[in-house]
């Protein structure tokens, strides 16, 4: 498959969650985002704008550095947002039930290099850079699955 990636400079907090709920809109049962950068980068951030522009009812969403999954009910799907930072081996994620959630929810997962093998192939990759160390982002989309093509010029447009 063809890599295909685009790029967003961001240069707010607030410009990042506005991505990330446009993105939201689109995502349903079956997509995953791997969330990619350094501590800091923004990955908590973004999944959190994510996940509350989807939930029916607004509630807190917590980071899942410590639980490793946070599950939200949707009216059509679930969201799995997993933190695999302290996870020591991959065989972990199989524990967790990720693979199977990759099949049947919205699943955002920051720290997907923990997942070495097991990482979705038809994932959309987002890479979070903070190259200044300010409130700018430049944010790489990244993926070879043709499903994100068009969604993906429409989030950016």
Not at 9 to 15: G, H, I, K
Not at 39 to 63: C, M, N, T, W, Y
Not at 85 to 108: H, K, N, S, W
Request: charged share 25%; with cysteine.
């Amino acid at each position: 498959m063809t890599q295909n990636s685009a790029a967003f400079t961001s240069t707010s907090p607030d410009e990042t969650a506005r991505l990330a709920i446009r993105l939201g809109a689109t995502l349903q049962a079956g997509d995953t985002m791997l969330l990619e950068g350094d501590i800091g980068a923004g990955k908590s951030h973004f999944a959190r704008a994510l996940i509350q522009s989807r939930l029916p009812v607004p509630e807190d969403v917590p980071s899942p550095t410590f639980t490793i999954v946070q599950a939200y009910d949707l009216p059509d799907t679930m969201i799995w947002h997993a933190d695999l930072y302290r996870l020591g081996d991959p065989d972990q994620v199989i524990e967790l039930g990720l693979l199977d959630a990759f099949q049947t929810a919205i699943c955002l997962v920051e720290w997907p290099d923990r997942l070495d093998d097991l990482r979705p192939k038809e994932a959309l990759t987002i890479k979070l850079d903070d190259p200044d160390k300010t409130d700018r982002r430049v944010i790489t989309l990244s993926w070879s699955d043709p499903r994100w093509t068009g969604r993906v010029a429409g989030v950016l447009t």
